[in-house]
């Protein structure tokens, strides 16, 4: 028993070290949005009661003290930790950053994983764009159709579809007024264990599960494809998946496995002109791809995840900030 429990400490030090690594083999640093702060950096200046309760039964662990208006680190996730090399977190591996920097072999964002040796054990890190994904932040009412059909694609139901994302429009805005198949604080506080409605932008991803209709089923369906990294709708392209590319564009599954096809083939591109022949292909042409062009753009977000698997499966993730070299989320398995 005890050299199990030895094995998991080991294998859960190493993940960590991977994800640690492998943050250091990212380019030094990349230009954020002019203006743009992280939603942890805004949560510094709420005002305490606006913060919302818990509700232990809906709150993923990681996020059970944050929401509850904690002031403290919670395990799953902490705030910002500028110069993380000078905070002793990379102790251990530095043999392996030293070989790295004179190999000066840089990663980027892509969809299949690479590969890390740790103590004679092979680890697959996954590095992911955030700006690939869909920012429900940035979701407004002449917008929400974006988000339905995420859901649709999805396999959620077109009916439960249109609740959820009226009721995420609702917990997103500042008035106390619902939409059509929303809800506001007056219903999350007829619950039997009330909590208030945040009307503001959501500080963590799973802060979704508070939301009227979001089952924990239907949130796993769709955590991989959302954000809360950055401010606007727009996707990068080039990291974006077929789903996302679907609801964004609002193009067909087959329209946007092509779109992923030809990014493949050219190892990805460095100016949304290269896909006006394919949507003129589509019959998308003139303002039409005007209008489309305007949800892409082909640069790589500061905002990146990387995620390390073992071997039993087990996995340890962090969200940073390359734009200040900052950590802002960290989910031990």
Known sequence: MEGACLGKVKEGYNLRGACLIALQKLPVKTEATQGEKSPQKEQKGEDKSQKVQQVEENIPPKQEEDLAGSEGETEGNVEEQSDFESEGILEGHEEVLKEDEAKKDYWKPQLQPYTLELKEKKYSVFVEDEGGKLNVNALVDKKKDIFKRLLEVRGVSQQEAEIITDCLLDWLDKDDVPQPRGAESKYY???????????????????????????????????????????????????????????????????????????????????????????????????????????????????????????????????VDKSNESILAVYPE
Request: proline share 4%; with cysteine.
């Open 189 to 319: 506080e007829s619950l039997p264990e009330p909590y208030s409605c945040r009307n503001g932008p959501l500080n963590y991803l799973e802060e979704l599960t508070l939301i009227k209709g979001v089952s924990p089923e239907i949130y796993g369906k769709v955590e991989k494809d959302l954000t809360i990294y950055g401010k606007e709708l727009k996707i990068n392209i080039n990291s974006a998946s077929r789903e996302v590319i679907h609801a964004v564009l609002g193009i067909g599954l087959q329209e946007a496995d092509e779109v992923v096809a030809l990014v493949k083939e050219k190892n990805g591109i460095t100016n949304l002109d290269e896909l006006k022949d394919l949507f003129f292909k589509f019959g998308v042409a003139g303002k039409d791809f005007d209008d489309i062009r305007a949800a892409m753009n082909v640069n790589y977000s500061p905002y990146l995840s990387i995620r390390s698997v073992g071997s039993t499966g087990r996995q340890y993730t962090l969200v």
